[in-house]
Structures are given as C-alpha cells and as structure tokens.
C-alpha cells in the first residue's frame, strides 16, 4: 500500500515523502478514495489514526486541482475545518500547511481566549483553508469579518467532543450559512445518539468508513499498571523515571492543582517539567507543547481536558498518575503515544481508592493490564490513612471547584459573546438605517466591495 496508488498528486506526494510517511494508514486508505470521489463521509476514527491527513491530503488535491488564475490573487475561503479545542485547530492548520507545502494554498485558524486582533488581520488577507473553533468563528462571522459563502468542502472534526461541550447550536448555526453544495466530511470517536442525528443533517449519502472504535486501545500500547499508596505516588512515579528508559513523557493529572504541584516535585528533583491546563494562558500552553515537542523537557503534564487531541510525532509513553474514573478517558489518554503504528507504553499508578476503575477499564478494553510486581513501593493499605483522607477530601474540593469555575468561565465566555453579538447586530441596524439600508458591511476585510452574499436564499435553507 503506497499512497501512489491512491491517486495522489505529485506536489502532495513530495511533501508527504519529506514527512516519511512511507504507507498510508487504515483511515487514510480507506477514506481518501471516497474524497477524492467526491463523496460525502462519515468517519469513525480517533485521534491518533492519522484521521487529519485522511481529510486534509484530498482535500488539498480538490483544491489544487481547482485552481484557476484568480485563485491565489482573490483568495475565498473553500474549505471549513471545525474543531472543538485551539490545540487541535493549531495541529490541524499545521498539517494543512505541511501536506500542502507545494500546492500554493493558503490556510488560518481561528480560535477563542485571545484576542481577535491577528485573526481578523489574516482573514482579510485572504485563505483557502480556514480551522476554526465553533465560538469564536461565530463571533467573526457576526462581526462580518468572515463570509462563507464560497465554501465547498466542510470537514466536523471530533464531533463527539464538540456536542460533549455544548457547541451543538454554534454548529447548527453555523452550517445554516454555508451553501448547500459542498462536499461534507464528518469525523467522530464515538457515535451517540445525537451525533447520528447531527450527522443525517449534514451529510448527504456518505460513505462510511470505521476504524478503531473508542472501547479497543490500539494494540500497539504496551500497558502495565503499579498498585501502590496514595502516599508514594510521588516516589513511585521517581523511581519508574529513573529506573525504565523513559525519554519522554506526557503525564495525566486529574486536576489543574495536582498539576502544577507535580511539575513543583518533578522540578525540585532536578526533572525538566511543564503543566499544561485551562488555568495556563494560552501562549503558555503553546509554549510548554513546543518545548516537549523539541524534547527541552522531559515531562509533559496535562489534565484531560488540555490533553485534548494534542498530537505528539512519536510520543512513546503515557503516565496516569492518577486513574480516571471515566473509562474512555483511560483510551483517549493512552491513546496519546503509539499513534499511526507507533510503539507506545502506557504506565498507570493506582492508590487503592481507585482499585474499582481499573475494573471498569478493564471490561471497556477487554484486557487485564500487566501488573508489575517489581515495585518497590507496593499498595500495602487496606484502609486509607488518615493523611491519605484528608489529601483525598482536599482533592475532591480542589475538583469540584475546578468544575465550578470552568462552568461559570464557559457560562461568562458565552454571555460575554452574546452580548457582543447584540451589541453588533445594534450597530449593523443603526448603521444600515441611517445609510439608507444600501449599503451593508462588507466581508474578510475588503469592506468596499460588492453586497454580502451570507443571507441569499440558497443559503438560508442549507442544513440538509
Ligand atoms: P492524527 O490521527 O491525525 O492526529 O495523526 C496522528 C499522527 O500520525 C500525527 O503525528 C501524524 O503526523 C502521523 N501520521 C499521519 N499519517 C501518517 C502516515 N501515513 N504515516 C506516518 N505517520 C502518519
């Protein structure tokens, strides 16, 4: 299996040679010939499948292969990319710019918690690939700063996650504006009630195509497990560093706290390390992934909602410091290292009040997980110590608040937007009322040209 044999055009081929990527992956043989036909998919394929070359790659030969004279000078954007986090919008932006080095095509991405400044700037440029998070392109799209209207090829990716955090209606309205005609593709971990539905809306006779469902770990993910006590945690996870020839590591931790408290031991035993969670700012977060990436650290800790999609190029091990108790989030985790047939190990640490989750795991995954005696620090308490309680009580009050005030952060994010967008929607009717109505705003910064086309009548009737 050679990506020659799909059909894939020279200027690709080279990039994706300079990549070595010498085969494509499941995903990728099997969805990229539909695309190229033109076909409407519905995938099912985590991260770490190589799911965002299987879309980006065809779509790129589209778009290279549809260009015209005018293409590069009046850039519109044909391509729509959402995703749920700015971490994946990044990857992806970065793998359209990798895969399409040699195609001449243009692509941003545009995403929350920053300001809008840069993004406005480079939409006005002009794109041909636009990556976006549902919220903050909803803001733009109000403000008139993108338009849609010349959009041929939409690609949802991670669905699953993005209705998991409350985009559904950002969505909708979002698809509402985009033509009718356009090639859909839709990408999906797990497949809910509600994202079959979603799906019906917006694909039109797709292929499917399926790989590695959500419940099997890849097979290339070595996993052992240590039992040990709350207490030597720490000392444990110290000595599986310095013992096991671990070069790099990405690291659970269930809260932002326990976070940053890790890398504060790590440091102080001389251990490289950067935390990355919602409570870092963006650019810190982007700082601390390109500092692993370039291997300037050693240990990488995330709590799951910041580990996200991110994508490490050959990330071999995987430390749970503490056991989900959510099943699926034990495979997305682990699902980190090992990507695309990689060689991956995924090592848990568990203190006896987390014993019970590694049964549930257990039954999701169909596999008992190897448990290493060799440890110098066995599970020895039957009943928890009074330190281990209290340290437990603490925990859950620092998770609770945690949770709380991501809610209220997401709840003032969402009220912040809307009354923007009310605010904006005041000035357009003001503006238009006193201009006579004749001359709206105009879109992607060449506001003097001609009438905005998001609101015609093909448009409006566009969720299928
Ligand atoms: P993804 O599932 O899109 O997050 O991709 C997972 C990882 O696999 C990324 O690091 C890609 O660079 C890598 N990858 C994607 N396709 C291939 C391929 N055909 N050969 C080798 N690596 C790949």
Redesign the pocket.
Known sequence: MKFENLQIIEPILRALKE?N?????TI?WEAIPHILNRHDVFGSAQ???????AFAIPILQHLYNDKTENSSKFRKIKVLVLTPTRELAI?IAE?FSTYGKYTRTRNTVIYGGVSQGRQVETLKRGVDILIATPGRLLDLMEQKYVNLSNVEYLVLDEADRMLDMGFIHDIKKIIKVLPTERQSLFFSATMPKNILELSGNILNNPKKVAVNPTFSTAETIKQFLYYTNKSSKTELLMHILETEQIEQVLLFSKTKHGADRLVKNLELRKVSAAAIHSNKGQNQRQIALKQFKSKEIRVLVATDIAARGI?I?KLKYVINFDIPNESETYVHRIGRCG???EEGTAISICENEENHYIKDIEKLIKLKINVIDNNPFPQTDRRLSREDRKMIEKEKMQLKQEQSSARKRNLAEKNSRNAKIKQTTENNVKSRSSKGKSNPKQYEGNRSSSAPKSRNSKQRSSVR
């Open positions: 990549e990527y010498s085969q494509p992956t990728q991260t770490g499948t190589g799911k965002t070359a990857q793998s994508d190029d990507r695309a047939g």
